[in-house]
């Protein structure tokens, strides 16, 4: 598959994947998605997504894309 910039990335990927890079492409003109985990001081590394949401709650971070959902703050 060939996203916006011209960057080639293998198939196995999969739809989500590329469309989440083509949507960052087109929104911020850069070709990258960094993948990382978070986990707050002295909390256990997440398995259920009910982890991930309650960490997000209890951080600052504005944004959490898990298992395709967006999950942003009130603003």
């Not at 910039?5 to 998605?33: E, P």
């Not at 590394?45 to 959902?69: K, Q």
Request: aromatic share 8%; net charge neutral.
């Amino acid at each position: 598959m060939t996203l916006t910039s011209g960057l080639s990335v293998q198939k196995r990927l999969g739809h989500y994947a590329i469309s989440l890079i083509n949507a960052v492409k087109i929104k911020t003109d850069y070709c990258v998605v960094i993948n990382t985990s978070f986990t707050l001081h002295g909390r256990t590394m997440m398995h259920p997504p009910a982890d991930a949401v309650t960490d997000f709650i209890d951080c600052n971070i504005d944004e959490l894309y898990i298992e395709g959902f967006k999950v942003e703050r009130n603003k």
